[in-house]
């Protein structure tokens, strides 16, 4: 993959391993690859909704991209520019300069990012005005106190929250959780960032709130030109988001990305099983058919500081084989990329014996 400066982002090969202590570190530790072997680029004006189960590393990846989370292996650029290296050469360029060079402040200037819970992430001391104007004074020190105001009580209004005088004036409490999703909206935006951070931001929300506050971000979006990432556990909402804006659909399972492509192509044809698990699993988006067991052998999630061999979906994959136990897929494709050796008709896969189980019921037939 080139570091492509078109692209606002560029992953590649990105892992993100912690190590996991175990009774206070008395009994060693564990090393959990939260994200493993992850390529993915996001470009301008783009929107990307990663789904995944609680714990797949989709909010650590979400970290890594906008230079939160320090990848163990691999790169992250920024217009084509290492952040990690840049943030490691900031004292030597903030020295000496460099006019071809992206300075670090600049690049996290850019990456901003929207919490899961909009009331913590503000003071709760600060009024919405004095939380909006500090990262104002920071950024742009020499505007004045009224150009600061303005600014303000413009964007309040634009995102709805009128009159904007009044919603200044008052304290996070005093605000509805989706005022406080608008706020932290717009402390994003302040920054005009060039990729949002979105990590399950709409989830504490009411259903008719998650659509009005989708609809704002993709009304944003064209007024400010801003790529999102969207982190979310329901693969409604990534469908309703990434639809209408023609974005990529990108679905993890235990640290890897298994499946990216067009939304529409994801949830119509699906790659990977499973996606399909995750379709079934939101019946407003598939109809479940004959099925009422979930479409997998085992419910349970392997451990991640120990994770299975070969395909990491074998476990649970009723339509895994034995090769599946000791080969890792790739993910192949064009635009839509799946991770599965039955996107290769020509795999050895096919002539593997079935990985035996008393409960089997197969996904597709071929």
Same mark, same amino acid.
């Given at each position: 993959?080139?570091?492509?400066?078109?692209?606002?982002?560029?992953?590649?090969?990105?892992?993100?391993?912690?190590?996991?202590?175990?009774?206070?570190?008395? @009994?060693?530790?564990?090393?959990?690859? =939260?994200?493993?072997?992850?390529?993915?680029?996001?470009?301008?004006?783009?929107?990307?909704?990663?789904?995944?189960?609680?714990?797949?590393?989709?909010?650590?990846?979400?970290?890594?991209?906008?230079?939160?989370?320090?990848? /163990?292996?691999?790169?992250?650029?920024?217009?084509?520019?290492?952040?990690?290296?840049?943030?490691?050469?900031?004292?030597?360029?903030?020295?000496?300069?460099? =006019?071809?060079?992206?300075?670090?402040?600049?690049?996290?200037?850019?990456?901003?990012?929207?919490?899961?819970?909009?009331?913590?992430?503000?003071?709760?001391?600060? /009024?919405?005005?004095?939380?909006?104007?500090?990262?104002?004074?920071?950024?742009?020190?020499?505007?004045?106190?009224?150009?600061?105001?303005?600014?303000?009580?413009?964007?309040?209004?634009?995102?709805?929250?009128?009159?904007?005088?009044?919603?200044? #004036?008052?304290?996070?409490?005093? $605000? #509805?959780?989706?005022?406080?999703?608008?706020?932290?909206?717009?402390?994003?935006?302040?920054?005009?960032?060039? $990729?949002? @951070?979105?990590?399950?931001?709409?989830? =504490?929300?009411?259903?008719? $709130?998650?659509?009005?506050?989708?609809?704002?971000?993709?009304?944003?979006?064209?007024?400010?030109?801003?790529?999102? @990432?969207?982190?979310?556990?329901?693969?409604?909402?990534?469908?309703?988001?990434?639809?209408?804006?023609?974005?990529?659909?990108?679905?993890?399972?235990?640290?890897?990305?298994?499946?990216?492509?067009? =939304? &529409? &192509?994801? @949830?119509?044809?699906?790659?990977?099983?499973? /996606?399909?698990?995750?379709?079934?699993?939101?019946?407003?988006?598939?109809?479940?058919?004959?099925?009422?067991?979930?479409?997998?052998?085992?419910?349970?999630?392997?451990?991640?500081?120990?994770?299975? #061999?070969?395909?990491?979906?074998?476990?649970?994959?009723?339509?895994?084989?034995?090769?599946?136990?000791?080969?890792?897929?790739?993910?192949?494709?064009?635009?839509?990329?799946?991770?599965?050796?039955?996107?290769?008709?020509?795999?050895?896969?096919?002539?593997?014996?079935?990985?035996?189980?008393?409960?089997?019921?197969?996904?597709?037939?071929?």
């Amino acid at each position: 993959m080139s570091a492509d400066t078109d692209h606002v982002v560029a992953m590649e090969n990105v892992e993100v391993h912690f190590d996991n202590e175990r009774m206070f570190g008395l @009994l060693g530790s564990d090393t959990v690859r =939260a994200v493993d072997d992850v390529s993915l680029t996001i470009p301008e004006n783009d929107v990307v909704a990663l789904v995944g189960e609680s714990g797949c590393g989709k909010t650590t990846l979400g970290k890594t991209a906008i230079g939160v989370q320090r990848p /163990t292996d691999g790169t992250v650029r920024y217009r084509g520019q290492d952040i990690w290296a840049t943030k490691d050469d900031q004292g030597l360029l903030s020295r000496n300069g460099s =006019a071809d060079r992206i300075a670090w402040s600049e690049i996290r200037r850019s990456l901003q990012m929207i919490h899961q819970d909009p009331g913590s992430s503000l003071n709760s001391n600060y /009024t919405i005005e004095s939380a909006l104007s500090d990262p104002l004074k920071k950024q742009e020190p020499g505007m004045s106190r009224e150009d600061r105001r303005a600014r303000i009580y413009g964007l309040l209004e634009y995102v709805g929250m009128t009159p904007p005088e009044d919603y200044a #004036s008052r304290y996070p409490h005093q $605000l #509805s959780g989706g005022e406080q999703q608008r706020v932290a909206l717009v402390r994003a935006l302040m920054m005009n960032p060039d $990729l949002i @951070l979105a990590d399950e931001a709409i989830s =504490a929300l009411d259903v008719s $709130l998650r659509v009005e506050m989708m609809d704002l971000m993709l009304e944003l979006q064209e007024q400010f030109n801003t790529s999102y @990432l969207f982190i979310s556990h329901d693969l409604a909402n990534a469908k309703y988001l990434t639809e209408k804006s023609d974005g990529r659909i990108g679905i993890m399972y235990l640290g890897e990305l298994v499946e990216v492509g067009p =939304a &529409e &192509e994801v @949830l119509r044809n699906p790659k990977h099983p499973y /996606t399909k698990v995750l379709l079934w699993a939101s019946p407003d988006l598939n109809d479940r058919g004959e099925l009422s067991d979930p479409p997998m052998r085992a419910l349970d999630v392997p451990d991640p500081s120990d994770p299975p #061999s070969g395909c990491r979906f074998h476990t649970r994959c009723p339509e895994a084989r034995e090769v599946c136990r000791e080969d890792t897929p790739e993910l192949v494709g064009d635009d839509h990329r799946g991770a599965c050796f039955r996107e290769e008709d020509d795999h050895p896969y096919w002539n593997s014996p079935p990985i035996e189980d008393d409960n089997e019921f197969s996904l597709t037939t071929r």
